[in-house]
């Protein structure tokens, strides 16, 4: 939990976005997909999932931290944003602090924003389910912090472990949170489709009557390994 940045009290508004195309593309995969190309991708770690409104989106990042339960920078967080964005917010994984509630949800959604990730706490969950904003922090608490600062707004930031700099791509979906970095956006496309290729072919194996150890290559794996096991050394 961080109480300082480098460079708190920086509000960046003009960030680079990636083309509306390869987020769609993006958006396409599931984040266990994404997650399983081998590619640079961040996964955020564990504890951080859906707590209010729609169950996914995927969108550019614009980011934001926060003194650890200050709001003072996320009531600013709506000027900067633009339709299709995904707001990522550095709270320092503070609990006992709310940064978002269902005032700013609203006010983000109607800038056109598709989801919120808070690494902290979030509160006024009916009325956010109300708003429909996907919202994934790491739980609620009712009472907020300060408002008093420090923030910065568009600086790199850290959300359950993960470095997001500002038009990373961010995917949120029930089994969780992964960003790619913007200037890696097209190479963990392609990966990713080859992992959404490699399923379909296992699901229509195990369909046609194959074993799903025998259709994903566990099988072969298993002989292999246990007969370099089996093999006495010289």
């Keep these: 939990m961080s109480r300082w940045h480098a460079q708190q009290w920086t509000v960046v508004e003009a960030i680079q976005r990636p083309p509306a195309a390869a987020v769609t593309a993006l958006a396409g995969f599931a984040t266990t ?19 209010a409104g729609g169950v996914e989106f995927c969108g550019p990042a614009v ?41 700013v949800a609203g006010a983000l959604a109607r800038r056109g924003v598709v989801g919120v990730v ?3 706490a979030v509160r006024d969950v009916e009325g956010i389910d109300e708003v429909g ?20 707004i568009n600086v790199p930031v850290q959300v359950g472990g993960v470095v997001v700099h500002p038009g990373d791509v961010v995917r949120g979906d029930a089994s969780g949170v992964v960003v790619v970095p913007l200037e890696h956006l097209d190479t963990v496309i392609a ?10 072919a296992w699901r229509q194996a195990v369909a046609d009557g194959v074993s799903i150890a025998a259709a994903t290559g566990a099988d072969a794996v298993i002989d292999e390994r246990g007969s370099a096991a089996a093999t006495p050394l010289p």
């Excluded at 904003?133 to 910065?152: K, M, Q, V």
């Excluded at 990966?191 to 490699?198: A, D, N, P």
């Design 133 to 152: 904003l996907p919202t994934f922090a790491r739980g609620t608490h009712p009472a907020t912090g300060s408002n008093e600062g420090p923030g910065a």
């Design 63 to 103: 980011t934001v931290w926060t003194k650890p339960g200050d709001i003072l920078f996320i009531l600013k967080m709506p000027d900067v944003t633009q339709p299709g964005d995904v707001v990522a917010v550095d709270g320092g994984g503070r609990a006992d602090a709310a940064v978002l509630g269902d005032i």
């Design 191 to 200: 990966m990713t489709r080859t992992v959404e290729q490699r399923e379909v």
């Design 118 to 120: 808070v690494d902290g």
């Design 33 to 51: 997909q994404i997650a399983d190309c081998g590619g640079p991708v961040g996964v955020v770690g564990p504890g951080l999932g859906r707590i």
